[in-house]
């Protein structure tokens, strides 16, 4: 089992930044891939952007591309989202979520999720 914290949502104006944290406990030491995903009301969830802790290789979703950066730090078992330039339509519950295999796509397989953190972005 795998449990997951977020924090460092809240409400900001266009253009702005917020950087939003994943707190792992348990057994982190099976994890594979961190996802960071959203969630605006009325609409599916979106994967937004991913990392591969044995390398940090990382991948975004276009919407998200140069704006948004996912790290990690492996002392504090914790992985960032930075985004900058925020936009309205940034607008959402951001989840991180975690998978402890190599199957399935980027954004796929993920079996263990935190609770969510609200990012509002005002125009």
């Known amino acids: 089992q795998v449990q997951l914290v977020e924090s460092g949502g809240g409400s900001v104006q266009a253009g702005g930044s917020l950087r939003l944290s994943c707190a792992a406990s348990?057994?982190?030491?099976?994890?594979?891939?961190v996802g960071w995903f959203r969630q605006a009301p009325g609409k599916e969830r979106e994967g937004v952007a991913t990392i591969y802790l044995g390398g940090g290789s990382t991948y975004y979703a276009d919407s998200v591309k140069g704006r948004f950066t996912i790290s990690q730090d492996n002392a504090k078992n914790t992985v960032y989202l930075q985004m900058n330039s925020l936009k309205p339509e940034d607008t959402a519950m951001y989840y991180c979520a975690v998978k402890n295999s190599f199957t399935g796509g980027r954004f796929s397989n993920y079996n263990f999720w935190g609770q969510g953190t609200q990012v509002t972005v005002s125009s």
């Open positions: 348990g057994y982190t030491a099976s994890i594979t891939y």
